[in-house]
């Protein structure tokens, strides 16, 4: 079901984790499946020097977490607020049909992020 680049991503994830002192953190919940998801974002001169992120979801939100933080980290805010879901599926190679709607939460918690982000600098 899943492509070799998805399961290889899942296996070994980069980005999982926590930043402590995060400058920003989104948390998203998939209406369709409840999953969840939280990213945490370090940003100096507007710019994510780091990204980390917790999935309580599948497979493809898990691998969708992970090339959404890889297509993030060094962008500025405002390249990172242009990624979009097909950006993470292209990235990701391919999704079964059916798991599109999972590559959507990571684009979500980092839009979330950046908003919380926003709000806090005000
Ligand atoms: S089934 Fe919930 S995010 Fe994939």
Same mark, same amino acid.
């Given at each position: 079901?899943y492509?070799k #680049?998805?399961? $290889? %991503?899942f296996k070994?994830p980069?980005?999982s984790?926590?930043? &402590?002192?995060a /400058? ?7 209406? #369709?499946?409840? $999953? %969840?998801?939280r ?6 001169d507007? &710019?994510?020097? /780091?990204i980390k992120?917790?999935?309580?979801g ?5 691998a969708a977490s992970?090339?959404?933080?890889k297509l ?7 390249e990172?607020l242009?990624?979009?879901s097909q950006?993470?599926v ?6 079964p ?9 990571g ?5 979330k992020?950046?908003?919380?982000y926003e709000?806090?600098k005000?």
């Amino acid at each position: 079901m899943y492509s070799k #680049k998805v399961m $290889d %991503i899942f296996k070994k994830p980069k980005f999982s984790g926590e930043i &402590k002192n995060a /400058d920003a953190v989104g948390e998203v919940g998939n209406v #369709k499946c409840g $999953d %969840i998801m939280r990213v945490y974002l370090k940003i100096k001169d507007e &710019k994510i020097v /780091d990204i980390k992120y917790k999935t309580y979801g599948c497979m493809a939100a898990i691998a969708a977490s992970e090339a959404m933080s890889k297509l993030a980290k060094g962008k500025t805010i405002e390249e990172a607020l242009r990624i979009s879901s097909q950006d993470i599926v292209k990235e990701l190679g391919d999704l079964p049909p059916i798991k599109i709607h999972c590559s959507v939460l990571g684009m979500d918690a980092l839009k979330k992020a950046i908003a919380n982000y926003e709000k806090k600098k005000k």
